[in-house]
């Protein structure tokens, strides 16, 4: 089946959808970390004024779309890992569907609010 | 009438062929197949042997989930019905897959009581509590059908990795309290293609025939193997 077997549209129940996600948001956050360390290392002036200009052009009405898909991968990546954890420690197995579910409303919620804060930041 | 769309391989390539099958009430996806090979199609070719979920031959993917076609009622998914061979295997012929390589996974586990003082020459009586039989009485009902190896993203993506169904057959005699041989299950399950590489998006359980739920059989396989790992650290 190989990797292509995660994006398999039929047949699969919302377990493996949520697996798809969570390697998914991995994948888009760790890029997103090289990208940010990188560019972070690469800042040679002690000004600050280079940093500056680039958080003025990031926090900015053109860019909250992706700072909203971000935090869609970091809070989703971060409660579905959590509840993995828990499972992977034995805990709560039998009551895996209602814990999937509760994840996945909290990940809305905490997400939903995030972009209201970030939407508001950035002049509303 | 009930259309089978069947994905075919005649060992070199692989091709989608349709068949037209009377389907009555109470006919499962299994006689639809024998109907096929008796009437339409004599070179069909598919595994089965109880026909009625005991023996796990049957297991194939139907309409997209792995099922055990002898256990599936045509008429329960509708006039059109699509088979296809599991994945995660290498198909032999048409429906019928490989399954050298997971048997020997199975074995690679010894999926039996270790004992010392058992002698085949006088047989000795081991007893046990209802609530000791309970703690793995559930994962002696695997079939071995491979249906919960099919669907396993980790086995799909690591040739080598154990699999859902091995582990819970070596979680079932590691809980078992006659066997005394979890250390050397315990050695075979955190080798590199062991319980951790389970990625834990419990698929096996949601697909399994018999709800042996597989994944939980892992992460308590998973549980003790820690353990162990830990206790042999601290020398404990």
Redesign the interface.
């Known amino acids: ?3 292509s ?2 994006f398999k549209l ?4 919302i ?2 959808w ?2 798809t996600f969570q390697r998914l948001t991995g994948i888009v956050l760790l890029i997103y970390l090289c990208m940010h360390l990188t560019y972070l290392t690469t800042l040679l002036d002690k000004t600050g004024a280079t940093y500056e200009s680039m958080i003025a052009l990031t926090v900015s009405k053109q860019f909250l779309i992706f700072d909203v898909l971000l935090v869609l991968c970091g809070v989703f990546h971060g409660i579905n890992g959590f509840r ?1 954890i828990l ?4 805990i709560a ?1 039998e009551y ?1 569907k209602p814990l999937l579910a509760v994840a996945l409303v909290l990940a809305l919620a905490v997400w939903l609010y995030a972009s209201y804060v970030m939407y508001y930041l950035t002049g509303g | 009438m009930a259309e089978f769309k069947i994905r075919r391989f005649d060992g070199k390539k692989s091709f989608w062929q349709t068949f037209e099958v009377p389907a009555k009430k109470g006919m499962t996806v299994l006689e639809g197949l024998y109907y096929i090979k008796e009437n339409l199609d004599s070179s069909l070719a598919f595994r089965a042997s109880c026909r009625m979920g005991i023996c796990g031959s049957c297991a194939m ?1 139907i ?3 792995p099922r055990l076609a002898c256990e599936t009622q045509i008429l329960f998914l509708g006039d059109k019905i699509t088979v296809e061979p599991l ?2 295997f290498r198909v032999i012929k048409d429906l019928i897959t490989d399954f050298e390589g997971f048997f020997a996974k199975h074995k690679a586990v010894k999926p039996y009581l270790i004992r010392e003082d058992v002698k085949y020459e006088e047989p000795k009586e081991l007893l046990q509590t209802p609530e000791e039989l309970n703690e793995y009485y559930v994962f002696t009902l695997c079939i071995k059908c491979g249906a919960c190896y ?2 396993c ?1 980790a086995a ?2 690591l040739d080598g990795y154990l699999g859902p169904a091995a582990m819970a057959a070596a979680y079932r005699f590691c809980a078992d309290s006659r066997d005394k041989g979890n250390e050397e299950r315990y050695e075979i399950a955190s080798s590199s293609n062991g319980v951790w590489r389970c ?5 096996c359980s ?2 399994c025939p018999k709800n042996v ?1 597989p ?2 059989a892992v ?2 396989l ?2 003790k193997t820690a353990f162990s790992i830990l206790k042999s650290i601290l020398r404990w």
């Open positions: 089946m190989g990797v077997g995660w039929g047949g699969r129940s377990f493996s949520a697996f993995i499972h992977e420690f034995g197995y895996r | 993917k309409n997209g989930k994945d995660n099919s669907v993203p799909a993506t990625h834990l998006a419990m698929e949601e697909v739920e994944a939980k992460q308590m998973r549980r």
